[in-house]
Nanobody
């Protein structure tokens, strides 16, 4: 069974940090660009960051640039999202998704073939 599983979410105070992980099972990630998305109830799922299949290229939404860092370890079949200087507006369910393209092609939902179930991130004092 092909699936992605996110972990690492939780409750953190403003200014704090979290590292999200995205693990793949049933397939290897090294031929996929990986995107991180987030969604709050009643709103669309927004792209946060993307990394190319070999990790050589990354992209960040303006709202997280300079605070979040995406990385991957293909040997471990894992992708990470390091989130620093968290703000209350970062509160959302975070999802990782795999795109069969080697390079990031954008954040259109239909580009991505596999999705995880999401992990909740809450930033609150």
């Amino acid at each position: 069974q092909l699936q992605l599983v996110e972990s690492g979410g939780g409750l953190v105070q403003p200014g704090g940090s979290l590292r999200l992980s995205c693990a793949a099972s049933g397939f290897t990630l090294d031929k996929y660009a990986i995107g991180w998305f987030r969604q709050v109830p009643g709103k669309e799922r927004d792209g946060v960051s993307c990394i190319s299949s070999n990790g050589g290229r990354t992209h960040y939404a303006d709202s997280v640039k300079g605070r979040f860092t995406i990385s991957r370890d293909n040997a471990k079949n894992m992708v990470y999202l390091q989130m620093n200087s968290l703000k209350p507006e970062d509160t959302a369910i975070y999802y990782c998704a795999a795109d069969r393209n080697y390079y990031c092609s954008g954040y259109a939902i239909t580009l991505y073939d596999y999705w995880g179930q999401g992990t909740q991130v809450t930033v609150s004092s």
